[in-house]
């Protein structure tokens, strides 16, 4: 019967659950035994021991069974004695997540909750008050730090609360995650160092690495474009017996693509097939973007055709990446084809697929595609951003369209989309290659619109718009603005000046000078010096000397441009002394050079003071300052005005044993020296040998040979000269120009003074057909060589032909000479520049 009872109740025990076990157990086994010792003691029939077990059953499934039941968070809590707190911590030990406590209160719950909830400055800010207070601060808290720190890719962040863990060995040590969590935030900033160096850590602590732990660092890696680290990650994934995972080879293709490298990338597709993991979109995205790193268009191609395939939707992204490669290399009616085909597939393509297109049409300077594209993209559920705005308006701002630029600031308000300051400066970078003023009007209205206080860059940028298309007026009325607007500063009035200066305006750049002077503000040295330069082109000195005299005053360093403007004004003048005595102020402060010199030098010239002339040139050249060919063609010119052929050659010399190449003006300079001497057949060599040195002689070159033949009394040559330059030069040099009305009018007084009148008769009937001007000098030279030879009829006919062009009763009268000339030429070569003949 014991045995019967036995079976039984074993068989019991087996057909329930082990939950039910569990409850049942300790009652079924007392029942059991008291039975068995009552059938031992009493004599009970087979019918009476059913009865009894039938009994025992019962009751035990019902109170197995059917007893109220306890959840299985009760169940727990009732077989374990420790805390509800204590528990939730367990549990997320054993699951490795931080330590957090689920129902946190007080600062540590508010913490845990910010963290969570991403308010990092609010999250932080509480735990600070929590570590200045009394309240003991929990692991929980530093792993909602942690972790939410990591999520943001805050490395910095994370380790500070890392280390400030375990700088409270009272609060606990970090568990597997919060180390996990840290090595993440080293593999989002690409640190694979950082990432070593803290899982070596980790390890010291006795925190055992999970695969997590690995696959971490595997990104790490990954992020860097180390693949050589990548793999090794892997391989210790593997070595400690952890299964890799999708996000394992999904990593390792990402290293792949960081590094371009096309073959490890599909090599490593392959491994996780190989392996029994099905590579996704994320997979197949990262061996096409390594294909397109490599720049292997084609093999990307193939592989978004392959993953359409393999069953794989290929994504935008698959997309992307291939148009962003051909977009970026200039193929961007194939990257078009590729948004249709993308479109076609039922694949809305998103902003980031319009900004690659737009990219290039920008690079292209594509304005009438990048229109169409937006249009495009209208038709869409696309909604445009800011960035696509502001690439519209750089397309616009790099060719100087402020008008177009201000379209499509417009139209972005239009949308409700808020500018931004790309936006202002794109702004700014129209406006300071524009001329356009109707534009910049609209573009300012448009920047005030959109909320934008017109600032110093703005106001700059439009002033030098009308600057630059020579409104003043207008420039200066946005400089009144500018400075009514509190926004005036020495920048923006000291652009002003310059621009005044520069247009030559001399009376409003010293008025506006003036008035920053008055204001306080310090202008700069550039504003002073663009005035001084300007001052200098007129050759008023004393003027320069006292924006000099302000520059000191103003504490502003006198510069070499400064020395050289007063200097260059002396030079003007004609005042020879000043200038020396300025170029020793400007050696004194160790501000000359080579234009200090030259200009000098050029002054000295114009002084006919050669031997002073060669004197600075000397003192240059000891000093350490290398002479240019303007230095040497103005002692050259000085030694022209001297008659002094012989030193003026051997200047040319020296000039070409220092390497320094002759130009126009050096053998212009040379042939007026040779006409000065009257050295007429020194004049035709020089003029003969400019072609050997690369120059092409001009109108001077020849006219002043011409008139040297004249004062000469060498007709023939003189004549001689006249057809070669008719002739464009042949014979002797190429001359580009054609003979002005001083080069016919020096031959005809040449042949008049020689006596020959039908010489001279014959080029001045020429030059009245070919309508040049015919001079009153050289219709007197004519009428008195056929007087002196006695041709009266023809001396006659000739005052009248001189009375019918207006000149009767006139004597020798020339054209009146220019003044301020601005380059060193002789009365003659003045007078050729403006076919006249030099006074006798």
Same mark, same amino acid.
């Given at each position: ?73 009760? =169940? ?186 096309? =073959? ?30 490599? !720049? ?33 290399? +200039? ?156 926004? /005036? ?50 050759? +008023? ?32 003048? !004609? ?67 001297? /008659? ?18 002759? =130009? ?29 040195? !690369?120059?092409?002689?001009? /109108? ?30 042949? !014979? ?7 003979? =002005? ?100």
């Amino acid at each position: 019967m014991t045995s019967m009872l036995s079976t039984h109740c074993q068989a019991f025990l087996v057909s329930i659950s082990s939950r039910s076990l569990k409850a049942t157990l300790p009652p079924a086994l007392l029942a059991a035994s008291v039975i068995a010792l009552a059938c031992s003691w009493f004599s009970l029939s087979g019918a009476v021991e059913e009865l009894i077990l039938a009994f025992v059953v019962l009751v035990i499934f019902r109170q197995g069974f059917f007893a109220p039941k306890q959840s299985k968070k009760d =169940n727990d809590a009732s077989l374990n004695p420790k805390s509800k707190g204590e528990r939730t911590k367990e549990r997320f030990l054993a699951s490795g997540a931080p330590e957090q406590e689920a129902e946190a209160t007080g600062l540590a719950g508010k913490v845990i909750a910010a963290s969570k909830s991403g308010d990092m400055a609010t999250a932080v800010a509480l735990m600070e008050s929590l570590l200045e207070g009394n309240q003991e601060p929990t692991v929980g808290c530093y792993g909602a730090l942690i972790s939410a720190c990591a999520r943001e890719g805050d490395l910095k962040g994370a380790e500070r609360w890392v280390e400030d863990l375990l700088a409270r060995p009272n609060v606990g040590k970090p568990n597997v995650a919060c180390f996990n969590m840290t090595i993440s935030a080293c593999a989002k900033a690409g640190n694979v160092a950082k990432a070593e160096s803290w899982l070596a850590r980790m390890q010291a602590m006795s925190v055992e690495p999970d695969a997590m732990t690995f696959n971490s660092m595997i990104a790490a890696s990954a992020r860097a474009g180390d693949i050589q680290s990548a793999e090794h990650w892997f391989k210790q994934l593997c070595d400690a017996d952890m299964e890799p995972t999708l996000v394992s080879h999904s990593s390792m293709l990402h290293a792949c693509a960081k590094a371009g490298d096309a =073959n490890k990338a599909e090599q490593w597709l392959e491994r996780a097939q190989a392996c029994g993991i099905e590579p996704n979109a994320i997979c197949y995205n990262a061996v096409i973007h390594a294909c397109t790193q490599s !720049g292997n268009g084609e093999r990307a191609m193939f592989w978004l055709d392959e993953m359409a395939a393999r069953g794989v939707q290929p994504t935008v992204r698959s997309y992307g990446t291939i148009m962003d490669l051909l977009a970026k290399g +200039d193929d961007v009616k194939v990257a078009e084809k590729w948004l249709a085909r993308m479109l076609e597939a039922g694949i809305e393509a998103d902003a980031v697929s319009y900004n690659m297109l737009l990219g290039a049409y920008c690079k292209n300077g594509d304005k009438t595609s990048a229109r169409a594209l937006y249009e495009k993209m209208r038709s869409t559920s696309v909604t445009p951003s800011t960035l696509f705005f502001n690439m519209l308006m750089n397309l616009h701002a790099q060719t100087g369209d402020v008008l177009g630029a201000a379209l499509w600031l417009k139209e972005m308000r239009r949308l409700g989309l808020e500018a931004d300051k790309v936006s202002l400066n794109t702004a700014v970078k129209a406006l300071r290659q524009s001329s356009d003023a109707t534009g910049v009007e609209m573009l300012c209205k448009e920047l005030r619109t959109a909320g934008f206080s017109l600032g110093v860059a703005v106001y700059k940028a439009v002033i030098s718009v009308y600057v630059r298309a020579g409104d003043m007026v207008r420039a200066e009325a946005w400089m009144h603005e500018m400075w009514g607007s509190g926004e /005036g500063d020495s920048a923006g009035c000291s652009a002003l000046v310059v621009a005044f200066a520069g247009a030559g305006d001399i009376g409003r750049a010293e008025q506006w000078l003036v008035r920053m002077e008055e204001a306080g503000l310090k202008a700069t040295t550039g504003a002073y010096n663009s005035l001084a330069h300007a001052l200098a082109k007129s050759g +008023d000195s004393s003027a320069v000397e006292r924006i000099m005299v302000r520059m000191e005053a103003a504490e502003l360093e006198i510069t070499g441009v400064t020395y050289n403007a007063l200097i260059s004004a002396c030079s003007k003048q !004609g005042d020879a002394i000043r200038a020396e005595h300025w170029l020793r102020k400007s050696i004194e402060g160790g501000k000359a050079d080579v234009a200090s010199y030259s200009a000098v030098i050029h002054a000295c010239a114009k002084a006919s003071r050669l031997n002073q002339a060669e004197e600075w040139l000397e003192q240059m050249q000891v000093s350490g300052v290398e002479a240019n060919v303007v230095t040497f063609n103005s002692v050259i010119n000085a030694c022209a005005r001297c /008659g002094e052929v012989t030193r003026a050659e051997g200047w040319f010399e020296r000039m070409k044993k220092q390497a320094v190449t002759p =130009n126009l003006s050096t053998f212009n300079s040379l042939i007026n020296a040779c006409a000065k001497a009257g050295d007429v057949t020194r004049a035709a060599y020089w003029l003969s040998v400019m072609p050997d040195h !690369g120059v092409t002689p001009d /109108g001077v070159s020849y006219g002043t040979a011409i008139h040297s033949c004249t004062t000469q009394q060498k007709p023939a040559l003189a004549e001689k000269f006249l057809e070669q330059m008719r002739a464009g030069g042949a !014979g002797i040099a190429a001359c580009k120009e054609q003979p =002005n009305a001083f080069c016919y009018n020096s031959v005809v007084e040449a042949w008049a003074r020689a006596g020959d009148a039908t010489a001279a008769g014959r080029w001045l009937t020429e030059m009245l057909k070919i309508g040049v001007e015919a001079y009153p000098a050289s219709f007197n030279s004519l009428i008195g060589a056929c007087t002196k030879q006695g041709r009266v009829d023809l001396a006659e006919a000739w005052k009248r032909r001189m009375a019918e062009k207006g000149f009767a009763g006139q004597s020798n009268s020339r054209p009146a000479a220019r003044q301020n000339e601005s380059t060193p030429r002789t009365s003659a070569q003045k007078g050729l520049r403006q076919g006249r003949l030099p006074s006798r």
